[in-house]
């Protein structure tokens, strides 16, 4: 349309005309890729966080530490507050001369030899020993006996449900009450209700021999600066969330002073000052003492029947005759209302991004359309009255400016479709679009310039609108190779496209690409298919593989598809196992003695390798016998990958 050196740059300039609308298209391009992103993903009406796990799916974990074991068991409904200790307590003895771990003797037979300097005990690591203190509503015996075995059962269902790999417990106990009374004489201030003072007192000292751990909501939390991925760490609980610094400032509690009650006692809106206060035996009478120690073993409990709390007025006493039993109803009534949970629903929990809306970002308009129409490629076209060369060369410019629109379309396309490029589901695919019929492995998006019969676009193509449209994606996703001959082109993009993904997560699949690069086709895949069919899998399964990458199989189920360690369930995954392939992982700590087990006489372990053959340690076993394990190469990949997967504290 020029020659060598261009000398026209004014408006009417043809050359000129069409930069300005390539220009305007390209605005309009730039200006729809900065639309929000929840926009960009919603299309014809689909949620745009539907594939994506929300906060409360990707970000708890399964317990890790003992405060995480410890907000799982007081979780449990009837649980006021639980304790978690390491046991530290001869389970075997190992004899270093015969390199022999045996059982511990229960009881030294008389006149037996003394022990060898040579045999040592050994102190198991991992096992744990949860102290359980009840909420304390239960009125009668038989009713906390029945409340007490229901805790245990829950407990143990939800411990062993998120046990850590290479941890067991060992016991767990619901601690007895120790009932402490007192004696006590309150001067207080002008308050129109003494029955609810005096419940109120009786709640604050409550309170301070067995604090409740508060649980919070998520509006709560955030109210109280935590970030996001704090207030979801560690395991999602049904009642709520415990904030760290609650569990931390509430202390399991060994003993009871006089001072302490004194301060919580001042603190009483009402009371103005402690004239007396002591603690009271059985019957009521006074103790000299200052400082109740409590029982490992139990927890302290404010004995009401047995207490007397006194009320003075500037040294008037209080009658207190018209108060008695309502001020204990009133107690018990407050006692029970913060006894009593209700289990969060799942939109008190959820933090999602706000809707999208669907911007049609895919909808594009011929440059055609806006070109002057002295020019006569619109809509309003030619007269019928100008040559058929004229004619002719309208048409060659249209042809010409296919070009342009054909490139522009599919850009719009593909920002339309940036959430499949960036999905790890395997797509459906399109009904209507017969170029959509393997959308998991496109790269490149394209659509057919839009002409309702007004441009004449269908009289400058040469192929139908199916043809076209087929050929135009094939040339589009692949330009060398025009045919189709070769098998899912985009495939190599949309691999690098989960590789971005995967290292979103701290995550790669390289070794394993470069495994898999040397084997042939496999259940009717390539190499290359597979990898991206192992990478989609894993994540789809991130948030279970990512929550659950420390636990161990639950040992109160069946083991099955379903009851697996999250280390297997990593293994599978990063190594490319089939869900009915079988291999073992086997927990030392589970073949420990135990007590009372009439089985374990004499030696356990014969020519045993180290001193203690329990703790915290694993074994797996692969069946050797498949043709995949015999390969060199591939048994080298499986025990370096379960050295990169397996936790660094177990061996």
């Known amino acids: 349309m020029a020659g060598d050196t261009w000398t026209d740059h004014n408006a009417h300039d043809p050359g000129i005309t069409i930069l300005e609308q390539l220009c305007y298209a390209l605005t309009d391009l730039g200006y729809r890729s900065q639309f ?6 919603t299309r014809a009406g689909h ?7 929300a906060p409360a799916q990707i970000l708890p974990t399964s317990p890790v530490t003992i405060s995480d074991l410890r907000k799982l068991v007081i979780d449990v409904p009837g649980v006021r507050n639980a304790w978690i200790d390491l046991v530290d307590e001869p389970a075997a003895s190992f004899d270093s001369a015969n390199r022999e771990v045996s059982p511990l003797a229960l009881a030294t037979t008389p006149g037996a030899a003394a022990p060898s300097p040579n045999v040592s005990e050994i102190r198991i690591q991992g096992l744990l020993r949860v102290r359980i203190e009840m909420s304390g509503v ?18 143990a269902r939800r411990l062993h449900r998120c046990r850590p790999l290479g941890v067991d417990v060992h016991e767990i106990l619901v601690l007895d009450d120790e009932p402490i009374s007192l004696g006590a004489t309150l001067e207080i201030g002008a308050v129109g209700d003494a029955t609810r003072l005096l419940a109120s007192i009786y709640q604050s000292i409550a309170g301070y021999f067995s604090p409740a751990v508060p649980f919070r909501t998520l509006a709560e939390m955030l109210e109280r600066g935590r970030r996001v991925d704090e207030i979801f760490e560690g395991p999602l609980l049904d009642h709520g969330f415990i904030d760290d610094e609650d569990l931390a400032g509430i202390e399991r509690c060994n003993s009871v002073r006089i001072s302490d009650l004194i301060r919580v006692l001042m603190a009483v809106p009402g009371v103005l000052a402690v ?12 103790l000299k003492d200052w400082l109740l120690t409590v029982d490992a073993d139990k927890t302290p409990r404010f004995d009401l029947e047995k207490s007397e709390i006194r009320l003075e007025r500037r040294g008037l006493r209080i009658d207190q005759a018209g108060i008695i039993g309502a001020e204990q109803v009133l107690y018990e009534s407050l006692r029970c209302e913060t006894a009593r949970r209700s289990p969060f629903g799942e939109h008190e929990s959820e933090l999602r991004p706000p809707p999208g809306r669907d ?24 007269p019928q009255s100008v040559p058929p060369a004229r004619h002719a060369l309208a048409k060659q410019l249209k042809a010409y400016l296919m070009f342009y629109d054909q490139l522009l379309a599919n850009q719009f396309a593909q920002l339309a479709n940036v959430g499949k490029l960036f999905s790890f589901h395997d797509e459906a695919p399109d009904a209507n679009d017969a170029a959509d019929a393997d959308d998991s492995y496109r790269s490149y998006f394209s659509q057919v310039v839009p002409d309702d019969g007004v441009l004449g676009l269908d009289e400058i193509r040469v192929w139908g609108p199916d043809e076209h449209r087929a050929r135009l994606q094939r040339i589009t996703e692949e330009p060398s190779d025009p045919a189709g001959s070769k098998s899912k082109p985009g495939l190599q993009r949309r691999n690098r496209f989960l590789d971005h993904l995967l290292a979103r997560f701290g995550e790669q699949f390289h070794d394993y690409a470069l495994l898999q690069a040397g084997e042939g086709a496999a259940a009717g895949m390539t190499p290359a298919e597979r990898l991206a069919r192992d990478k989609r899998a894993f994540l789809r399964d991130y948030p279970r593989i990512g929550r659950d990458r420390g636990i161990a199989f639950n040992l109160l189920e069946p083991a099955g598809a379903d009851n697996r360690s999250g280390l297997e369930w990593r293994l599978r995954r990063k190594l490319g196992i089939a869900d009915d392939d079988r291999f073992y992982l086997l927990e030392h700590i589970l073949l420990r003695p135990l007590p009372g087990d009439v089985y374990q006489s004499g030696p356990l372990f014969r020519d045993a390798q180290v001193r203690d053959p329990y703790s915290l340690q694993i074994s797996l076993v692969f069946p050797g016998w498949i043709k995949r394990y015999r390969d060199p190469n591939f048994r080298q990949f499986v025990e370096q990958t379960v050295v990169d997967e397996t936790p660094a504290h177990l061996s």
């Open 359 to 382: 911007r049609h970002v895919a909808n594009y308009h011929s440059i055609q359309e806006h070109f002057p129409m002295t020019y006569g490629i619109g809509a309003a076209g030619l």
């Open 36 to 41: 929000a992103l929840p926009d960009l993903l």
């Open 275 to 286: 004239k007396s206060l002591h603690f009271t035996d059985g019957d009521g009478k006074p």
């Open 138 to 155: 239960e009125k009668t015996v038989e009713e906390r006996s029945e409340a007490a075995r229901a805790i245990r059962l829950e407990a």
């Open 47 to 53: 949620d745009p966080c539907a594939d994506l796990p």
